[in-house]
Structure formats: structure tokens, C-alpha cells
């Protein structure tokens, strides 16, 4: 739930998570679309669990925020009519409200509360709107827009390296042309059913041998298997028209909003998962490639993302250091003719430490998702 998401944003946010403590909680915090937790109190600060109950007939998000800004310090998402779900975190001295978002109502924001002392406890991100994404997701949509005149450019002169049966060069070419395409990860659901014609694995139980598989993967099986250019021709040319296809018809397309912060966690988990595991390679051996793109997918999300970022991610600097030690590690498998070292050939102890750096870059890459979420105020 997106509850636990924020409070793991909240702890990683601080570097801190305090211990437990003994203070009473307060008793069941009631809401509804007349009122919002309008009764508690808390004697003194320190870890509480609030038990919230919708005694409405509609289901409600509701946050702990700071009144005075609307920062969050915790949330409970979708919590059904007449049900009850916790919510815990560190109370500090400061102070707090209540806010109900009800469906079809406006937003209710209760009492507020001031709890005393100088505790420091789980900090508040305020929150970010569809508004504040906007203009992100214009820049990355043109940024993706100038990557896919630049693939199209790339995809026909790889076509026409197989075309002649250059297929020495058609695989230099393929791998341009296919971590350009890598590069575009945020916008993989945008792409719709043109990603799995460009960019598919085979599904069916015919494996390779399927006859309706198509894209880089395809393309790659035969060029590293000896296939002849007139067996590639068709499937080079396909490639071309797939490419040229979203490209046209890119302009009309929108990146889901959510997507933007969700994809800085998820294009590096498809690469652990594809990439580092050498699930995705049909023959290149160049995963470790793949994932130094997918790395700068990552990155430049993160760019555009950052100035939103920077005044609610206190790890945000963790997140570049593990990313730059993941990369250091990749670049060294990269031989000095410009060729890779594919992962079935990396020892147990190169396996590891990549394995280990791409792990912990997405721990500090998943509260990204939770803090940049587009929220109703």
C-alpha cells in the first residue's frame, strides 16, 4: 500500500529511524466526509500507532500533515467504508492535523493538534501535485521525442548494414540502435503495443523459432546465430517501419503521470531482473550494456525530477553514489575494442558486487515513487 511506501520515504528521507518507545497512543481516530479526526490529544511525543476508522459510506485517503504547509508526515490510501487500518510513526513536537480526501467530496482537514516538548521525530514531505508534474512530463515527452528521430535514424542504417549483408557492421549497429531504444525506459507504457513488436521476447512455445517474434531481440537472435541476411531482411526492415511507427504517432501519446517518479525505481528493477540476470541476451552478450543505458534512463529522470526532488529527498545524494558505483563496476567489463563481457562470463565475485550496487541503489531510488505521486490538496 502506498501507507507503507510514504513511511519508508519518511524514514529513508532522515537517515533516522528512532526506537520504539513506550507512549501511550491515542484511541481510534474516527472519520467521515462531516469531520476528520476531531478529537485527540497526545500527552508527549514518540512512536504512536493511530488507529483510523471510516465511519463514512465512501472510501478516503487520509494524511497526518503539518497544517501550516500541508506537508505529509503519513498516510492511510483507500480505506474502505466502516473499516479500521493503523498508521504508525514517530511523533515529534510540532504541529498536526488530520486530512480526509473523500471521493466526489472536497478535501477536509481536521483540528489541530500540538503535540509539546523538542522531540524530533518523522519528519513531513509536502506534497506534490498533478500540476507540479506537468511541466516534467512535457520535457521528458520532447526529450523522448528527440530519441526516437534519433533511433529511426539509427534503426535504417542498421536495415541497410543487413540489407547488404554487412553483418559485421549490423551488429555494431544493432547495439547503438538498441540502447538508444533502452534509454527511453520511463516511457516504455506509453509506448503501448508498438514496445512489444520493438522490444519483445518471444512468448509462445515456439521460442525463437515463433514466426510472429519481432524487434531487437529477434534481430539480435539471428545475427548472433549465423542467420543469413536474406533470413534478416524482412525482420530489419519490420524493426524500421515499428520505430518509425511510434514515432509518428509519439505527439499524441501521454506519460502517465505517476509513471514519472515510479519508472526512476522500476527501469533499474527490469534490469536486475533481465539485464543482470542475462535473461535478455539472445546471443550479443552485451546485457551489462543494456544496463549502463538503463542507468542513464534513470538518470535522466532523475534530472528532471531533481528540482522537485532536492526539497523532499534527504537521500537523494545516496541515490547518485550508488548509481556511479554501479556504473564504475559495469564499465570495467567493457573491453578496450568497445565489446562486453557478457554476465555468464563474470566470476561469482563480479556477479556479486554488481548485483549488490544495482540492490542497493533501488533501496534509495524506491521512496522517489511515494514522494513524487500526484496527490489532491
Not at 528521507?13 to 520504539?20: D, H, L, P, R
Not at 510540532?94 to 521525530?121: K, M, N, Q, W
Not at 506534497?127 to 535514424?153: E, I
Not at 531504444?181 to 512489444?196: E, I, S, V
Request: aromatic residues 6%; charged residues 15%.
Amino acid at each position: 500500500m502506498r501507507r507503507a511506501a510514504l513511511t519508508a520515504a519518511l524514514a529513508v528521507s532522515t537517515g533516522v529511524i528512532a526506537a520504539c518507545s513506550g507512549a501511550p497512543s491515542p484511541a481510534q481516530i474516527s472519520v467521515s466526509n462531516g469531520g476528520c479526526g476531531s478529537s485527540w490529544q497526545l500527552a508527549d511525543p514518540g512512536w504512536h500507532t493511530f488507529q483510523i476508522h471510516n465511519a463514512a459510506a465512501e472510501n478516503a485517503d487520509v494524511d497526518l500533515v503539518n497544517p501550516g504547509n500541508g506537508a505529509i508526515y503519513a498516510e492511510v490510501e483507500a480505506l474502505g467504508p466502516g473499516t479500521t487500518s493503523p498508521m504508525r510513526l514517530n511523533v515529534g513536537s510540532g504541529s498536526y492535523a488530520f486530512r480526509c480526501l473523500f471521493e466526489d467530496f472536497e478535501a477536509i482537514t481536521g483540528p489541530t493538534v500540538v503535540v509539546g516538548g523538542h522531540a524530533r521525530g518523522t519528519p513531513a514531505i509536502l506534497p506534490v501535485t498533478r500540476n507540479d508534474l506537468l511541466a516534467p512530463a512535457r520535457q521528458y515527452h520532447d526529450w523522448v521525442a528527440a530519441g526516437l528521430n534519433t533511433l529511426a535514424g539509427q534503426a535504417g542504417a542498421l536495415a541497410a548494414d543487413v540489407r547488404t549483408g554487412n553483418l559485421g557492421a549490423a551488429r555494431t549497429a544493432w547495439l547503438t540502435a538498441h540502447l538508444t531504444y533502452q534509454r527511453l525506459g520511463a516511457a516504455y507504457d506509453a509506448f503501448g503495443d508498438f514496445g512489444d513488436e520493438i522490444d519483445g521476447v518471444p512468448d509462445s512455445q515456439a521460442g525463437v523459432h515463433d514466426p510472429d517474434w519481432t524487434g531487437f531481440h529477434r534481430l539480435e537472435y539471428g545475427l548472433w546465430h549465423g542467420q543469413s541476411a536474406g533470413q534478416l531482411t524482412g525482420v530489419a526492415n519490420k524493426l524500421v517501419a515499428d520505430i518509425r511507427g511510434l514515432r509518428a504517432s509519439w505527439p499524441d501519446q501521454e506519460i502517465d503521470l505517476i509513471d514519472m517518479g515510479l519508472r526512476t525505481h522500476e527501469i533499474l528493477e527490469n534490469a536486475l531482473q533481465f539485464q543482470l540476470s542475462g535473461h535478455d541476451d539472445y546471443g550479443s552478450g552485451t546485457t551489462l550494456a543494456t544496463t549502463q543505458a538503463n542507468i542513464d534512463g534513470t538518470r535522466e529522470l532523475l534530472t528532471i525530477l531533481r528540482p522537485l526532488l532536492v526539497p523532499r529527498y534527504a537521500g537523494l545524494p545516496a541515490v547518485y553514489s550508488w548509481l556511479d558505483r554501479l556504473q564504475a563496476l559495469i564499465g570495467k567489463e567493457r573491453r578496450p575494442n568497445g565489446t562486453w563481457v557478457s554476465v555468464s562470463a563474470l566470476s561469482t565475485s563480479q556477479r556479486q558486487q554488481i548485483d549488490a550496487a544495482c540492490s542497493q541503489a533501488l533501496e534509495a531510488l524506491a521512496p522517489i515513487a511515494a514522494i513524487t505521486e500526484p496527490r489532491r490538496t
